[in-house]
């Protein structure tokens, strides 16, 4: 990959980004909004997972945890939302750092473990302290309006705010990964023992991709909030952990372009294509579709293939492709050159 | 007669790493063959490239019959058991639980001769495996390897971490087993002096290749064998 | 006193259930490191099964008990050979999302197949009580316990006198040992998850007739289950089902004697109590820590 790919290829996101909006309907521009946190949260969650091996099943309560900050500061206590999402970062990310710092005495099937029950309480939190959270009933916040003296539709302005905060975020990921810090979260993935043997150290170091991965998850979920208006113990489950840990898989763990396309996925397949997807499907094989649990097998049973046939999902596919690519050329210009290879 | 085992130019690789290049050896029928050489000549990996557990291209045979794509439990189905570096026992398991392991393929397993070879068994049955000593351990996997009736036993760096009143001790028993058992036995040996006094024949591999070949005494009175493997 | 007996029996029932989910986990991880996460899903999906057999559950049937712990057995073997051995040189991520996969799946198809709707489970034991010196004991928290009790009872005596159930427990210790002496180790680790899958049915039948039988039943069992698998070190069977016993008395305990700790608090109340155990002892109360010098 040349010197210029990753700038090149963040000018061309930048150029989507700019341009997507004007192409496509105000329904669909909310969606992409949505895609735009989605691609944080990703990219959060893949610092820890892709580069620093930790998974964590239970970033979806980081994202919960941003939303809900947002929440009360914008309902209960007169906030512009804006001015929230930082704020609704920096504490979701303390709390990661808070629950990284005993977490990473734990390896491997432990931590995901432990991190598998975060969600779960903090809903039980959620309901059992209602007079902060409003409890099952939840909290609305205002409708979603422009701001900063700019009159435009709400769905747009959702995903500007949305955008700007990725376009920040996302190059801010690639300087994190970067340089000694990011060999670091790589060394601790690939082998704890050697990093500790080169003076790292893999508690601090994990401590602080939870704490990274939970602030990006914390900011994407103060945008979920301003964008869905309306927050409840049930907006966050378990199931939205296993989402995002599926659009890593689905993107390629370790790759942060990769996400662009998790981001994609977990917007647009699950709610939309998929279900026009299993229609085809059913179609085909005679299944009720609007059967409840269908959805889910099918998103299950896709997962499934996914895992086997391109485990390192869409990023690793199109190394492959480009390998592949290179291979050819090589093969095309050696023969060029000498035809007794051919 | 066909040998009991023939590897048949095989090469062997970890990964990227050629580990063995063209080996060939047999042994025979009630016959006690060693395998020297210095650490990392590939003696091990012989053993592992008959037993499965390594990538290998080329033949083995077994008593005339080639082993294709085998895997360690069907070699050891066949009468080939191999007692790996650092004797491979269950270390929290009892010496019994141990033992009874190594009849796990036999039907009905004759512990009486086990014992007749073994005695002190006996008296550890319910001792933890773990805990016994790095002698006691080695002859455990043999008592364990001979439960089984093998017809090749394949001994892998008997002599690890043991003191030389000991390796005797288990040369000897090794001898014990070839003469009144009939068990052919391939040995892989860095202590080349005592494996040459059990063995009637032997090979010296270097980097993964066969240099020298021949009866212990021939190699006894080779001079290259004598100064780099005999110190003398 | 009544309330310490009933809150007990209450305690020690709830219990075993998560032990015998643990154990279930523990029998996984033990012989192939892998966490299934799918365990209870797997056990709600048996447990759908039972009421199918017991006539959508008219009433209990033991015949239908025992088919269908021979049905989820069957299963759990095919789970392993199907999904799990081609992913046996996979990453650790893959490997954990596939039995997530599998939760999805199987959450999916019992909501496909039987509709979310909460339906009634009927429990083998009467719901009256015994009364001993004025204090009543629940039958069926008795019972419950017993059963697990039996079933754990039964797979101990497995492990510990059977060829078979020696071979598992050598292969666990040291694979290539095993199969150097015959032991056909890959079928052993699908027995592992066939009896998995057993004791993970027994866990859902036991506790479906208190929580009513639906799709989401297990979720919260399959936390319990872990912390006391993890409290008990993840590679001890025994450390799984006294964690399980334990954590079951300790929640329940804490529930009726400590007011601000209610029902919703019971989650991370367990999972509070997981980290501090972690922290202080972190292989678990039953583990060894694997010391790794640097």
Redesign the interface.
Known sequence: MSRFAKPIGFALLFCAVVIAPFLVSNYHTYQLGFVGLYLVALVGLDIL?GFT?Q?SLGHGAFMGIGAYTTTILVVDHGWRDLWTIPLAGVIAGAIGVAFGL?AT??S???L???T???P??FI??L??YPHFTGGNVGKNLPQLHSELGWHVNPSIWFYVVCWVVALVMFPLAFLIVRGRFGRALRSVRDSE?AA??NGISTAGVKTAAFGISAFYCGVAGSLYAIGITYVNPDTFP?DLS?LL??GI?LGG?GSLYGMIFGALFVEFIRISWGPSILNLFSKAHHIDTH???????????V??LV??VA?AGAAGLIRQLMTLVTRLRRKKDASLSDPSLV | MAPLLELDQVSARYGQVAALHGVSLTVDEGEVVAILGANGAGKTTTLRSV?G?VRKSGDVLVAGKRLSRA???SV??IGV????EGR??????TVW?NL???A??VRRPDFKIVLDYFPWLESRRNQQAGTLSGGEQQMLALA??FL?RPRLLMLDEPSLGLAPLVTREVFRVVSELNQKEGLAVLVVEQNAAIALGAAQRAYVLETGSVVVAGTADELRANDAVRTAYLGY | MQQFFQTLTTGLSDGAIYGSLALALVLI?KAT?V?N?AQGEMAMFTTYIAWALMDHGAAWSWWAFFETLAIAFVGGIAIQRV?IK??ER?????M???T??????L???????W??QLQFFPSPFPTSSWVIGGVHISKQDLGTFGIVAACVLVLWLFFRFT?LG??M??GA??P??????????SWLLALGWGFAAALGAVSGMMVAPTVFLT?NMM??VL?YA??AA?LGG?ESPVGAVAGGIGLGVMLNMLGTYVHPV?S?????V??GV??VV??VK?AGLFGHVTV?R?
């Open positions: 997972t091996g998974i005993p005495r734990f491997g099937p432990y995901a473990l432990a598998f029950a975060i779960l309480s039980g939190l309901k059992r023992i500790t043997a378990i296993i840990l599926v898989v763990a059967a409840p649990g269908s959805g889910l097998v099918v998103y299950g049973v997962l499934l895992l086997y485990p | 037993s557990t895997t360690p439990e050891a189905r058991a191999h007692v790996p491979g026992i269950f270390a929290e398991l639980e009874r392991m190594g796990y393929m364990r390897a089984a | 991880y490191e966490i996460f999904l081609p992913l996979a990453s650790v991520l893959t954990v999302m596939a997530i996969a599998l939760l999805v799946i959450n999916g198809l019992a909501a496909w197949i509709s979310p060829k020696l071979a427990r050598a210790l040291n290539n040992a095993a199969r150097l002496l015959g032991v056909r180790t799709p979720q919260a936390i872990f912390a993890v993840l209610t919703e608090l019971r989650l991370p367990a999972l997981l980290l972690l922290l972190p790794r640097v």
